[in-house]
């Protein structure tokens, strides 16, 4: 009975927070470029301001997760300081001086009876972001969806619940100094699981899309279970083509940065391709660099003749996101070869042919299905950031709506807006 | 243990289609603009020449359906005729004289350190449709696709099976004179429903998007039950508001055009919202003009006051899409109980506002948040064809992706193509 209740109170505290965030965003689509920048600067000198109060949950949410047995790794990622605290006001600076991304006209024609007709970007409505334990995510989803017009429902892990409210309150300070409603950024305070669930059915038609940003355990509860749109990052299995015609200079610097900069981010290279013809010239000393640099090296026969330390590799390496200091390394007989190899294997996030010559490059970027390809560039640009975009909640490797990295631009739709003088459809 | 067995025999046909339907669309990713057009052109003659064979088709499914005790209605969309083939194959023909939607550059910019980063469109991949009895949209949806560079997978009712196959005969023979590969517009000819559910589940992750074309009652059931992306047109709940400012031609004009012009369709009126100001001098000749047309008319107090014949409207007629010669009137007094109307009961299709006060339209039109939203202009202009697009798989409710006509343009997505010089990041 107690179940039954609570569950019911839940509900019914979700559903408040489904149509509070409809109502906001009507009002969130119709602010002013002017008043989401005040808002986004007055947030980042709120998150300035309440450092001590943020840090003082941060560290209640620490001893908690401590307490609880929290591996090191995860309670890094769950804990801030100062540094992280700056970076996040400035990361919402940042987004504060990005372009209005709502109003943009996409397309614009005149029809034959005299209809004008355009494309207009708009908001999408309401964006439910479900994380976990990164407590920094508050602050960028939140800049993001308000920079796009939208209202935004998030949800956090509940080992950052404390740190997350504490930035919560500071970007609530920014919309309400803006005019602006406070329910357009909502925090899910419950720790209950349910909430979740509850989200990911719609919150009774309340929620436009759901974004997941987290570990595959996450996303993949996330897709099964959504009953609205998901914008998804999934892995990056993200591949280094070296072409017959590669330059060795860039060869040996691209493989090298796009597997070692940062092992652990999507855009880090997990399998390294590289033609037959250059295997000794080109393969030895990118391996031998990689080696060098710590990197466990797998590879297949033909890779272990020229460099015996190879460990040998199996199917499984072919399919495996390391996100660590391994690479799974193939020697391939030409273009197509490596083409088929990245459709057969690849998560279609990001790929990068090394090469001179140009037509090689051109066929490769036309028929690799990713969301992001590369010709003489490292993987590890695959960042919103990188492409200028100023943020991003994450790399779509879905083929709907938005592809790569996902921006405040990325976060609107857009409507036709017809303006005649009297047309009737004959 | 028969159903076991049919079972498991139909997965794997079914699972074979999927595999099948990969593997042309990358075939299909690489075709040329000419390779495309071409197949259509040879399509659109090959429905013509087959057209005593799609006929005779035609019959036995109409026989069949008749024996069945299918209602009339249902049988006249399904029937062909000489004019009707002769409209699938001009529709074709439309089609292929567009412009290439693959391999537009949407976007293009270069970043500080020298990387040139340009956001390209590409086809989606496998889209799987799922129709009713109309057995033109085997030509239609297989057209489009083919533009888009897609693969598809049809899935017709199981009424127009006979008719949908020789049409689907058709298309093949012009996939085939391109050089393309046949299987690039597959047509599921199993009447089993359970074909249907494993399109839903994806067909191992071979399927990229579904589109269902059909009543309420299959796009509901896609809705509900699909685990890859669905484009989906929900209903029309379409308004027409006449503001204080309206001309009162243009008035008379466009209400009845949007009501009455066709009643069946996705675009037409079900609800006039007439502002009190103008009640009498506007609304009474608007509603006189559609009541001699045949329209019965459903209003609140206010209307009945100034036009008695009204039958009194209930909050049921605010949601109800007649499709049929009906109408909802209620009087709303100015620009924002309009708006706010259509946000209580609107479907997001398509609205219309009737003023000659430019600012009242823009305002009216940044606010509802529609896929279409019109000024002076019939709401029986959302449709592909009216807004140039050649051709349509339907208007796109949903906020993902694409909003309002679904045509070739839509069925794409795109991918960011990033030429280097060999830069690593730091």
């Known amino acids: 009975m107690t179940v039954h209740n609570s569950g019911d109170a839940l509900a019914a505290e979700m559903l408040a927070v489904g149509a509070a965030a409809r109502q906001a965003a009507r009002a969130m689509r119709e602010a002013s470029a002017e008043q989401k920048t ?25 001893e908690a ?47 034959p009876n005299g209809l004008d007709i355009a494309r207009v970007a708009t908001p999408i409505g309401v964006v439910g972001i479900i994380y976990e334990s990164r407590p920094n995510v508050t602050a960028d989803a939140g800049a993001l969806t308000l920079k796009s017009g939208n209202a935004a429902i998030l ?14 309150a500071a970007m609530t300070q920014g919309l309400k100094a803006a005019g602006l409603p406070e329910t357009a950024i909502q925090y899910v305070k419950t720790s209950d699981r349910a909430a979740v669930g509850m989200m990911l059915e719609g919150l009774d038609g309340n929620i436009d899309l759901i974004i997941p940003r987290g570990g595959k355990g996450l996303t993949g509860r996330v897709m099964a279970e959504a009953r609205v749109p998901v914008l998804a990052h999934l892995e990056g299995l993200c591949h280094v083509y070296l072409h017959e015609a590669a330059d ?15 092992t652990s981010v999507c855009g880090a290279a997990e399998t390294l391709l590289i033609d037959r013809k250059v295997l000794s010239s080109h393969g030895l000393p990118v391996l031998a660099d990689l080696a060098t640099a710590g990197c466990e090296i797998r590879g ?7 460099f015996p330390p190879a460990r040998l590799a199996t199917e499984e390496d ?34 990068a042919i090394v090469t001179e010559d140009a037509a090689a490059a051109e066929k490769f970027m036309n028929s690799v299905d990713s969301a992001i390809v590369l010709w003489n560039a490292s993987t590890q640009f695959a960042d919103g950031g990188e492409f200028g975009m100023g943020a991003e909640i994450g790399i779509g490797t879905g083929k709907m709506h938005a592809r790569g990295p996902v921006g405040a ?17 004959p």
């Open 38 to 62: 005040r808002a986004l600067m007055t947030a980042a000198a709120a998150i300035r301001a309440a450092k001590d109060k943020i840090l003082d949950a941060n560290r209640a949410d620490i």
């Open 65 to 111: 997760a401590k307490a609880a047995g929290m591996p090191t790794p995860m309670v890094d990622r769950l804990m801030l300081n100062d540094a992280r605290i700056e970076a996040m006001a400035k990361g919402v600076e940042v987004v504060a001086a990005l372009p209005d991304p709502v109003g943009r006209e996409l397309a614009r024609w005149t029809r």
């Open 155 to 168: 949800r956090g892990g509940s080992d950052s619940i404390r740190s997350a409210g504490a930035i919560h």
């Open 248 to 262: 060795l200079a860039k060869a040996r610097a691209i493989a090298l940065n796009a597997k070692m900069r940062r």
């Open 300 to 306: 297949d026969d033909a890779v272990r003749s020229v």
């Open 318 to 351: 072919w399919r495996t996101e390391y996100l660590d200091a391994i690479i799974a390394v193939r020697c391939v007989d030409g273009l197509e070869e490596a083409i088929a190899h990245i459709e057969t294997y690849g998560s279609h996030h990001t790929d």
């Open 409 to 425: 631009e990325q976060l609107t739709t857009f409507k036709y807006v017809v303006r005649g003088t009297g047309q009737t459809r």
